[in-house]
């Protein structure tokens, strides 16, 4: 029961001994399994729940409140922060409390409370920077 791990195969034709990364990778067998080497990449990004797009009405729940937020004057990096949080806050949530079948009902029906969360960090964020900046002058 031995791991065999050889260098990738050379092709010849038009273009010979190129070097394939694509299909290096393909036939690469490696130690430890793809999800354990590429970690979150594969799992589920940000924006999306188990891997597929859920639906445009989440983006606009998050536009009005990314609205709202410049509206009270905090800065782009916080409302990016903040969309960050409240995006994988849904997509996480579905993933580990949602049947396969369920995960893009259960994230649409969670979106309220993480914006309510995002909310909440973005105003505790902000008034700490505020305190900051005036502890300095």
Same mark, same amino acid.
């Given at each position: 029961?031995?791991?065999?791990?050889?260098?990738?195969?050379?092709?010849?034709?038009?273009?010979?001994?190129?070097?394939?990364?694509?299909?290096?990778?393909?036939?690469?067998?490696?130690?430890?399994?793809?999800?354990?080497?590429?970690?979150?990449?594969?799992?589920? &990004?940000?924006?999306?729940?188990?891997?597929?797009?859920? =639906?445009?009405?989440? =983006?606009?729940?998050?536009?009005?409140?990314?609205?709202?937020?410049?509206?009270?004057?905090?800065?782009?990096?916080?409302?990016?922060?903040?969309? =960050?949080?409240?995006?994988?806050?849904?997509?996480?949530?579905?993933?580990?409390?949602?049947? &396969?079948?369920?995960?893009?009902?259960?994230?649409?029906?969670?979106? &309220?409370?993480?914006?309510?969360?995002? =909310?909440?960090?973005?105003?505790?964020?902000?008034?700490?920077?505020?305190?900051?900046?005036?502890?300095?002058?």
């Amino acid at each position: 029961m031995g791991i065999e791990i050889g260098p990738p195969k050379k092709f010849y034709g038009e273009k010979a001994e190129r070097w394939y990364p694509g299909k290096f990778l393909k036939e690469w067998k490696p130690i430890l399994p793809r999800k354990k080497l590429l970690g979150e990449l594969l799992t589920s &990004p940000p924006v999306l729940v188990g891997g597929e797009w859920v =639906d445009s009405e989440i =983006d606009k729940m998050i536009e009005a409140k990314k609205a709202e937020w410049r509206a009270k004057g905090y800065s782009e990096n916080l409302i990016r922060m903040a969309e =960050d949080l409240c995006r994988g806050w849904i997509s996480k949530m579905a993933e580990a409390f949602a049947p &396969p079948e369920l995960k893009q009902a259960v994230a649409r029906h969670i979106t &309220p409370k993480a914006i309510e969360v995002a =909310d909440a960090w973005i105003r505790r964020i902000g008034a700490a920077q505020l305190a900051s900046r005036q502890a300095l002058f």
